[in-house]
């Protein structure tokens, strides 16, 4: 899946595989294993840090984040796009008695 286009491309590090035409989550490891070897390999210890970013973005302040997009150029109709991904949307929960009505996300 490509979620990504050539004006938002131009932002992003090599580094970043998420949501990118032709990276995944094979190139991320691979990345981050050879990055530990050659750590290694200098004599040095290597430190991780995981983050969920399901729960930082929720603490995005979405008309800010509007305004950064606009200012790098990125187009009415491409910003339209990131909020039909991220906000007004509905989910629901199974639990052992069955499922919950449509519960709304909020960011």
């Given at each position: 899946m490509n979620l990504t286009n050539?004006?938002?491309?131009?932002?992003?590090?090599?580094?970043?595989v998420g949501f990118r035409k032709g990276k995944g989550t094979r190139g991320g490891i691979f990345l981050l294993r050879n990055t530990c070897e050659w750590m290694m390999d200098c004599q040095k210890d290597p430190n991780l840090c995981f983050i969920g970013y399901a729960k930082a973005f929720d603490k995005v302040n979405h008309e800010i984040l509007m305004e950064?997009?606009?200012?790098?150029?990125?187009?009415n109709h491409e910003r339209r796009r990131?909020?039909?991904?991220?906000?007004?949307q509905s989910a629901k929960v199974n639990l052992t008695?069955?499922?919950t009505e449509d519960i709304m996300i909020r960011c």
């Open positions: 050539p004006l938002i491309d131009k932002h992003l590090d090599d580094t970043q950064v997009l606009a200012k790098a150029g990125i187009p990131v909020c039909e991904i991220y906000w007004n008695s069955g499922t």
